[in-house]
């Protein structure tokens, strides 16, 4: 079996966990290669050791059996995406504040032995396909794992916006944005803006208004058949800005329209510890 190793150096300072990840996996019989989950651009203040070999992620992927991540929840959204290509399941080892997707713990690496001998199991997450349509042209297009979301920027002022479900208008409504958020995306910025925890193995579609300035924007939970659509109010000169799972944002202006689908492909999250999507829900927010 091999297994790739994806530290994020910023959250895994000297890539110590992974070292102890790679010695662990080793003497269980697995091989092993560390790899960033980005290029680091020198002149850096990392400490990376120099007796550790980094390899690239995206030739370490091929031929590989599960991708271990080391950092927060940005780091296993950025890794999964690579993985999820090759449809490579994907454990991510909590070094960051939350980590809703995380499996492990920092403390908890000696459970990595599992791996070597097959002893885990595999929950496939739900994906959104967003796309940008302009004057009938796909302009962007992108998977989700987490979320699509469509804010005003920096700017102090509100977005005219428009939502519909299969080009049936949900809500019209003026605030900072909405995020369209799949059920594992729902304990992100979805949850902070006051829509409902799914849980990660459902299927739907979750809509939530950021900050609206109406007393009847609510979040909505649709079935994952729907097509989500979301634009700028007609007669808007404003523009707006998109940005998929954390990624760069893109530009969307009046006449575009933001569509999210249920996508075929799906996230594949290895279980070792057995623990619940609700055991973990009340750890993390401080409930147990």
Not at 21 to 39: H, K, N, V, W
Not at 253 to 280: A, H, I, N
């Amino acid at each position: 079996m091999k297994i790739v190793l994806c530290p994020n150096p910023y959250r895994d300072r000297g890539l110590r966990a992974a070292q102890s990840a790679q010695r662990i996996l080793e003497s269980a019989g697995a091989a092993t290669a560390i790899c960033l989950p980005f290029d680091v651009e020198p002149p850096s203040r990392l400490d990376l050791p120099a007796g550790v070999g980094l390899g690239r992620l995206d030739r370490e992927l091929e031929g590989a059996d599960v991708l271990v991540c080391f950092g927060g929840d940005g780091t296993i959204l950025h890794a999964a995406h690579e993985a999820n290509a090759r449809n490579i399941p994907v454990l991510g080892v909590n070094l960051g504040s939350i980590g809703f997707m995380a499996e492990l713990e920092h403390g908890e690496l000696s459970l990595l032995s599992r791996l070597a001998s097959g002893k885990f199991g595999i929950e496939r997450r739900m994906m959104l396909d967003v796309s940008v349509r302009r004057e009938g042209r796909c302009v962007f297009e992108q998977h989700a794992l987490n979320d699509a979301v469509l804010t005003k920027g920096a700017v102090a002022r509100v977005l005219d916006l428009e939502v519909t479900g299969d080009r049936v208008t949900i809500s019209s409504f003026s605030g900072d944005g909405v995020v369209v958020a799949t059920p594992t995306g729902s304990t992100a910025y979805s949850m902070a803006a006051g829509g409902p925890i799914v849980e990660p193995t459902a299927e739907n579609i979750i809509i939530a208004p950021i900050c609206a300035h109406s007393l009847h924007a609510k979040p909505f939970v649709l079935g994952a058949g729907r097509a989500v659509g979301v634009r700028l109010a007609p007669g808007s000169k404003k523009t707006a800005y998109l940005s998929v799972d954390g990624g760069r944002a893109f530009r969307v202006g009046p006449g575009d329209w933001v569509e999210c689908r249920r996508s075929r492909r799906t996230t594949q999250m290895v279980k070792l510890t057995g623990r619940s999507f609700y055991e973990r829900i009340n750890q993390k927010l401080g409930k147990a």
